[in-house]
């Protein structure tokens, strides 16, 4: 085996970066609705998630092998390819988190890996089957199938609590939320710390230091659960805030709905290996449950903005991996140059994100609520209400009513 070199040490280093991104990036998924339903304070929530993803790290290498074993041909990758790749990957986590859209961390890692590769080894180095079969296909059928799945999960807790008390009901799912958050935090570390467990062991297999097909060593588990535990608990109060009140408004019952259908899927498919975007998962889990409830609102604006972020990571880190890789291609310099580039980029988007500065102090404020659209207004057209439920507001049936009810009274009592 070849010995550590400087290269090798430089990727193992920004790979705990991209960890380190993927973490404040990704802390919305589990505690966005714990935050905004007020079960959890938010300083606390992000803390438990950040325990509960270093103890998912250690759980499986499934994924792990599907990223540094299948997803591209490990011979002719070099370790410049890798630095590369990652470049592609942290920039985008941080273009994104500056406009608190929730996009896919996973998927800007693959995305750069991929154009990275391809700019140095051809198309041919890429596994077509693999990017299709663990990838693209897992990006569709994830958010679609929890959203389904959170939307008849809210409307069976509806139907079930609706002749329970009002407050002791709705005390049990915030109880219910904490644990539903944990098991996401729990699915989270399985699957996304894995991504970078991949990545250092390709690195690693590029650079001569461990033998092909080998799986993650032990100080790389620690490492990459370390990194994203870190990240997780400064949270990611933008995207937070996008998760948590920018994109609908949840109520306990919602909140538990979304986040145990969002576990279960993620915590399958890592169990298969497919590289999974916890992302699209809550995302999906989130709308899901905010139709579940008749008066719910899913605020489309934000939700495609959300999806247009969606379609662009893969080709967005893609485009940028390759560039990286074309320059690093000149030699020692152009890594150098590389290299120079992501810390100041990264910097710049930082004090540029002190403009307006979005923390657990204000991360509930919600912006002007959106008017519910055509998709809204006919799913609550259709939902029976949850007749009982001391939890929802009525709405009132008739304009004239409507008015009457905002309008002050202007009787005196003597």
Known sequence: MESFSLILAIVVVTALAFDFTNGFHDTANAMATTISTGAMRPKVAVAMSAVLNLVGAFLSVEVANTI????????????????????????????????????????????????????SAGVGAVHGDVLVTKVLIPAIAAPVVAGIAALLATRLTYSLGKKADGKASEKGYRAGQIASAGLVSLAHGTNDAQKTMGVITLA?????????DSDPPMWVILSAGLAIALGTYLGGWRIIRTMGKGLTDLQPQQGFAAQTSAATVILASSHIGFSLSTTHSVS?????????????????????????????????????????????????????????FL????????????????????????????????????????????????????????????????????TTTV
């Open 68 to 119: 540094s074993k299948g997803l591209v041909d490990e011979a002719g990758i070099r370790p410049e390819v890798i630095f590369a790749a990652l470049v592609g990957a942290i920039l985008w986590n941080l273009l994104t988190w500056l406009v608190g859209l929730p996009s896919s961390s996973s998927h800007a890692l693959m995305g750069g890996l991929i154009g990275a590769t391809i700019a």
């Open 204 to 212: 690693l297999v590029a650079g001569g230091a461990v033998a092909p």
């Open 284 to 340: 999906g889990s989130v709308m899901g449950a905010g139709l579940g409830r008749r008066g719910g609102v899913v605020r489309w604006s934000t939700a495609t903005r959300m999806f247009v972020a969606w379609g662009l990571t893969l080709p967005a880190a893609a485009l940028v991996g390759a560039l990286a890789e074309y320059v690093t291609g000149f030699g020692s310099w152009g890594t150098a140059v590389v290299a120079v």
């Open 343 to 410: 810390v100041a980029s990264s910097a710049a988007i930082w004090k540029i994100s002190r403009r307006e500065v979005v923390d657990h102090t204000n991360v509930n404020d919600a912006d002007e609520a959106e008017p519910a659209g055509v998709v809204t207004t006919a799913m609550a057209a259709v939902t029976p209400p949850p007749a009982g439920t001391a939890t929802e507001d009525p709405v009132p049936s008739f304009p004239a009513q409507a008015a009457a009810e905002r309008t002050p009274s202007t």
